[in-house]
């Protein structure tokens, strides 16, 4: 319970449309006991009684309260839904921007589409829990409270025969409720990892035919699917013993009433508008019971699905962040940018408060990426600012190692690192980062165009300083080519255009951003050797942007 009751901490953000949901429900709940009294009333006051003008005055309330009913009740469901989807943005929102500020490490050890699944899929699961749990559950509940209250008032006896199978209702939810989480649980593993594998067949798809692998692949996807199928139906078999199992208790309360109510009818004792009111009020008790069933299978998938999502809101931040990223203002702020409204660029991007210079220098630097496995060992060595400092050594030496451990995706085990003679450490960790600029041999562009890409170098830039750091990057000739040019759109991961071509638009954004420490990790592996002549010629000349 721990779980859905984190979800729930949400509701208290928005406790003005949790009241008037609440509000809302009460009042339409209300308006379900009018017409069973209603129908009692004209079977004993105007069809026995013969008082056929008392019909249209009863027929008439009647029909108030269905108007009563149905209005509350559409507002309770628009208040509803806009307060279950502002929770749900809420959730969704911390959960991108916690799993934005989690070390690399983490990343290392889980897979994409587990991370998708459990973004999209997870908080969907638990959006479900928000809307059953406020809308069907507190309606069902207060249903039930005032039903019962009115049935009591009515015929106790008659309530009490209704109430006989509640014993076993309640044995049944809760022997469905302590062993359905370890179902859901598998399910949701089962569903994670088929989106995992989905993913990683879509992004590898090149080499997957390069290959011929279709067939294996195929086969993989079959047995994870199999796995998500037979997960599944050890949850709906589950359920449908469940289901018509609670439905039969409930016909054994229906049986009870009707046979003990027509013999008092027969004796005497009982009205038959008191009969047929109390069936009719019956039908308004176990309906919401029904209603209850269903959302405890909500509710136990919901459960299963928050686990997820609040094990990686659990998981700590990587070190030196002091701030959660700003992620509800900062887009709109950001396409204003683009549009050429710089009233907030004196903000944006975020700049230290005392300039870094660039002189970096390692001080007996260890590290491991596994326990008793050393990538680096007592590395030293001094890089003065203003100056080009080369490192060359054999493939997995550790050289993009120690790029890793200056920009702090990695934390070093042994020894010190220093900017400008402080500590790395002392740095705050986004201040550390805006003053490097780094180009992998692995260019990664997002799905967007040329320009946007380039943007994120420096999101206030003027097209002048773009095509500045366009031409250092000799990047300008095939950008004119494109027949949109800045405008063109690169497709993901920059597929429509060739590995050389993605890492000159890496090295112009890394150029645009202006920064004191520039890192080129192989950087022009993918070039010929004029053009990167070329580029280590225009890097060196690009005056710093204004």
């Known amino acids: 319970m721990k779980t859905v009751w984190r ?30 009294s209603v129908t009692k009333w004209i079977i004993e006051d105007v069809v026995r009684a013969n008082r056929p003008d008392k019909l249209v005055p009863l027929i008439l309330i009647a029909t108030v309260a269905f108007l009563i009913q149905h209005l509350f009740n559409s507002l309770r469901i628009i208040l509803n839904n806009t307060f279950e989807q502002k929770v749900i943005f809420d959730l969704r929102s911390d959960l991108y921007s916690h799993i934005q500020l989690l070390p690399l490490r983490w990343f290392d050890n889980r897979a994409t589409g587990d991370l998708m699944t459990r973004v999209i899929e997870d908080v969907n699961s638990v959006e479900r829990v928000l809307i059953d749990g406020i809308e069907q559950g507190v309606v069902a ?29 309640i044995a049944g939810a809760l022997a469905y409720t302590l062993t359905a989480h370890r179902r859901y649980r598998l399910q949701r593993r089962a569903a994670s990892n088929i989106n995992a594998l989905l993913h990683d067949n879509l992004a590898g798809v090149r080499q997957i035919k390069s290959f011929a692998r279709e067939r294996e692949e195929h086969a993989r996807f079959n047995r994870a699917s199999d796995q998500l199928r037979h997960a599944t139906l050890v ?93 509800v203002a900062e887009p709109d702020r950001f396409s204003r940018l683009k549009r050429g409204d710089t009233r907030e660029a ?3 991007p975020y700049k230290p408060a005392q300039p870094i210079i660039g002189d970096i220098r390692y001080d007996d630097v260890s590290f491991s990426y596994t326990d008793g496995l050393s990538a680096l060992r007592h590395i030293s060595f001094h890089a003065l600012p203003g100056t080009t400092t080369a490192l060359v050594g054999a493939t997995g030496a550790g050289k993009s190692t120690l790029v890793n451990l200056l920009v702090r995706f990695y934390e070093f085990d042994s020894g010190q690192i220093y900017v400008d003679d402080k500590p790395i450490r002392d740095y705050d960790l986004r201040s550390l980062r805006e003053a490097i600029g780094v180009v992998t041999q692995e260019s990664f562009l ?12 420096k999101p206030i830039a003027t097209d002048a300083e773009l095509w500045r750091a366009v031409d250092a990057a000799n990047a300008r000739q095939f950008i004119e080519r494109l027949p949109e040019g800045l405008e063109s759109v690169v497709g993901e991961r920059g597929v429509k255009l060739s590995v050389g071509e993605k890492q000159r638009l890496s090295i112009a954004r890394a150029l645009l951003k202006d920064p004191p420490i520039l890192i ?18 225009g890097a060196c000349s690009t005056p710093a942007a204004p």
Not at 13 to 35: H, S
Not at 266 to 277: F, M, N, R, Y
Request: aromatic share 8%.
């Open 7 to 36: 979800v729930f901490a949400y509701l208290k953000r928005y406790p003005g449309l949790g009241a008037g949901t609440l509000a809302c429900a009460i009042v339409g709940t209300l308006m379900v006991i009018v017409f069973p």
């Open 141 to 169: 509940v207060l249903q039930i409270v005032i039903v019962v209250a009115v049935m009591f008032y009515w015929n106790a006896k008659l309530a009490l025969l209704a109430l006989v199978p509640l014993p076993l209702l």
């Open 235 to 327: 949850v709906m078999r589950t359920w449908a013993i469940y289901s018509p199992s609670m439905s039969m208790f409930e016909a054994i309360g229906a049986l009870l009433v009707l046979g003990f109510g027509s013999h008092d009818v027969l004796t005497g004792s009982l009205q038959l508008g008191d009969l047929v009111g109390i069936l009719m009020l019956m039908a308004f008790l176990y309906d919401p019971i029904s209603r209850l069933h269903q959302l405890n299978q909500l509710v136990q998938a919901g459960r299963a699905a928050g686990e997820r999502v609040f094990e990686i809101l659990d998981e700590d931040a990587e070190p030196g962040v002091k701030a959660k990223v700003k992620s």
């Open 346 to 348: 004196v903000s944006f």
């Open 446 to 457: 997002f799905n967007g165009s040329i320009r946007e890409n380039l943007l994120m170098g």
């Open 520 to 537: 080129l990790d192989e950087a022009t592996a993918s070039v010929d050797t004029a053009t990167e002549r070329l580029i280590r010629r």
